[in-house]
Each structure stands twice: as C-alpha cells, then as structure tokens.
C-alpha cells in the first residue's frame, strides 16, 4: 500500500521536535549538529531569536493580502535587495522553483517583446534549478527528466565548465544562459572567476541574457552576499530562495530594467508571492546578512571550516579526496559513497547532506560558532572512523 505521504524521499529514521541555533534535537532529547540547515535554509539557524521576534509581530498584523493591494513589507524587501544588489527590480515568490520559472518566462518575453523572438536557453550538466516542468527541462538529467516528457523546448544542457563549448552554441539567437555560480545539487562545483567572466563576455557579444541561479549559494553563504560579487561580474536576472527566507518559504527574482522590460501589469503573477508575512521575515535575513561584518564573520568561520576539513581529509585518505567551494558552501568530494558518509554521521549526531559528483555537502548555518566547528570536526571524525572500521583501507 502506498505510504498516505506521497514516497518521493528517501527519508532517514529522524525526526526532530525543536530547532536552536545550530542544533536539531529528538523528543527523547538526543541533540544533532545541522551542517544541513535543511538545504541551506536556515541561514540564521534554527528559532533564531530576531526572525522569531519578526515573524511573531507581523503574524500578529497581518499574514495575507492580494497582490492587487499595495504590500509596504513587500516593498520594503525589494528595496533592500535592490540597494544590495545589481538589480533594479524584484518578483517575490515562494520558492526556487517559481524564480527559475519566471526567470525563463522574463527572458523569453524579453525576447518576444523586442521584435525578435529567441527561445533557446543554454544551460550546464550537473545544474538543478527545481522540478517544475520548466525547471527539469532546463537542467535536463536524465534522473530528473525520465518519464516526465514531452520536456518543455528551447533547453541546451553544454558540459559543466566547458566555455568553449559555450562560445560554440552560444549565437545571436540564444535567448539566455542559466547557470548556478556554484553548483550545489551537483556537487559544490564552481565556476571559476574567469569562467564566469568569459560566460559574460559572451551574453554581452551575443545580447543573451545571463541569469544566475543562486536559490543555494546565495545569502551569504559564500561569504559575499552574492556568490558572483566574487567574480565581479553581474546577471541580468537572478534567482534567490532558500537562505533568503531563513526557514520560511520564500524566493524572489532580481533582474536589471532592461531585463524585466517585458513584464507589465499581467505578465506575471502570484496569490501567496510577496505576502507581508514572508516579506517582513526576508527582510529581517537580509537586512541580517548583508551587514558587512555579517559576511567577515562568514568568511572568517568559512575559512576556519575549510582549514579543519582539510586535516579531516588528510586523517582519512580512503573516505575523502578533496575539499571545494567557499565560505560556508563546502563540499567534501568522496571516495566512498556520500551517503555512507551521511548515514555514518547519524550515529555521531551530525547532519551533513549528500550531492552529484560523488560530493558531500556541508552548509551549516551562517550562524555556527566556532566552538561548533570544532565539534563539528570530532563528529565528522568519528564518522569517517566508523566507514573505515566497516571496510578497512587495502
Ligand atoms: C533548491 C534549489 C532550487 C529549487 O528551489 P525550491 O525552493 O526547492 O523550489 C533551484 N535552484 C537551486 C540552485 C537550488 O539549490
């Protein structure tokens, strides 16, 4: 008989009863280090105390209204992200999936409204942009897209990383390129900065839109509040969810004037995007995050965590080969399967989560102390400890 939950996840023997901070803890008390924060949700931790105080005071105003009214909350989120930001405007959504939606439908209207029509949207192996129809056509794995045909057209997945593929099919008929900055489903893979500085380049010979998705690496997570300000370029559309909300179900498109030229009134709508529940709590995050000593302190702890990572690496040579990423976007690429190494980090009571490209994921919350780092690596240890004890080196 078919579970009464609809049996789409493989799902771990937990369940948690309360969040603090960086902890996750069982009704029977047991307490887990979250380098998860529910996919690089919770950005601020768990229950933090000013999104609480946030959230409390606006439930107790008001949750919802339509769209069709003015929303201050709403505006007050699009102001601070386009103050932080190369925007010039912002489309508030509920998640990552409804951004790259949009920021497909934004591109494609650009195109149509400017008298010359362009469809074709060029995207990397490896990405994830959700699973909406659009966005599995879009990231085209054969994992995602099987069963689920005929896939919407106008999608070219080029190797990841390969930009002379790119300047192959990239062509003054290519409606945009979509990619993640860095990967996070597919692994923690970069793209370097002078990838993405070379991918620009091309959007700008060509006209191609280039629209970043940082639903994952965004918020501060890389240590900047954008992971492109590393590579001092910018999009013209971007996608945000995730951290943005810290816990609460949020996403938002950012895209410059002449990007967003084609959505007028009718173009484009939501009933629950931009609600001033969600919008008051996002712009707690953001208002949080891009406090300058905010990200210092990211990077400082991002840098804390590599390093530590790196000597975890060298401890265990048959379960890890390398660290990557950034900030606190760190993957472990593994020699043995990252699931192991998750399930492995149940009994040591760290959360960690599994990626492509054999990699294993750590994205604790922005808030993790160090003292938690430190515990962090002794859990981490003692995980890999135990895959060693299971099948000793040869
Ligand atoms: C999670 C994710 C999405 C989809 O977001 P949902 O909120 O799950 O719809 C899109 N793009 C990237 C890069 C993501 O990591």
């Not at 601070?80 to 405007?89: R, S």
């Not at 190797?159 to 996070?184: H, R, W, Y």
């Not at 959505?263 to 609600?275: E, Q």
């Amino acid at each position: 008989m078919i579970p009464t939950v609809l049996p789409t996840y493989n799902r771990a023997p937990l369940s948690f009863v309360k969040g603090e901070g960086s902890w996750l803890i069982e009704k029977d008390g047991t307490r887990y280090l979250d380098l998860g924060s529910g996919i690089a949700v919770n950005a601020l931790g768990h229950a933090n105390p000013a999104l609480v105080a946030t959230l409390t005071e606006q439930a107790g105003k008001l949750w919802h209204v339509s769209n069709v009214y003015q929303i201050p909350e709403q505006q007050r989120l699009a102001d601070l992200l386009t103050e932080n930001t190369f925007a010039d405007t912002v489309f508030v959504t509920n998640s990552g999936t409804e951004t790259a939606e949009l920021a497909i439908k934004m591109a494609r209207k650009y195109w149509y409204d400017k008298g010359t029509p362009r469809a074709e949207i060029l995207t990397f192996e490896g990405a994830f942009h959700g699973r909406s129809t659009g966005a599995i056509a879009a990231a085209g794995s054969e994992k995602m897209v099987k069963g689920f045909g005929p896939l919407m057209p106008g999608f070219r997945q080029l190797p990841f990383g390969d930009i002379d593929a790119l300047e192959d099919a990239i062509s003054d008929q290519t409606c945009a390129v979509m990619l993640e900055p860095i990967q996070g489903e597919g692994g923690i893979r970069p793209f370097s900065d002078d990838q993405l500085r070379r991918i620009r380049a091309l959007c700008d010979k060509t006209g191609a839109l280039l629209i970043f998705d940082e639903v994952q690496c965004g918020m501060g997570r890389t240590g900047r509040l954008f992971a492109h300000e590393w590579a001092g370029v910018t999009p013209d559309i971007m996608m945000v969810a995730k951290g943005i909300g810290g816990g609460f179900p949020i996403g938002a498109v950012l895209a410059t004037e002449t990007a967003a030229s084609g959505m007028g009134a009718g173009s484009h709508g939501s009933t629950y995007g931009g609600n001033p529940l969600g919008c008051a709590v996002a712009a707690k995050v953001v208002e949080i995050i891009a406090d300058p000593e905010f990200l210092a302190e990211v990077n400082r702890k991002g840098a804390l965590l590599r390093q530590k990572l790196e000597g975890l690496v060298a401890a265990h040579p048959s379960v890890f080969e390398a660290v990557r990423g950034q900030g606190l976007m760190l993957g472990l690429k593994c020699k043995v399967a990252p699931g192991d190494v998750v399930k492995a980090g149940y009994d040591a009571h760290v959360l960690t989560v599994a990626a492509a490209d054999n990699t294993l994921r750590l994205l604790p919350p922005l808030t993790i102390t160090e003292e938690e780092i430190g515990e962090a690596l002794r859990r981490l240890d003692t995980a890999a400890s135990q895959i060693e004890t299971a099948a000793p080196a040869a």
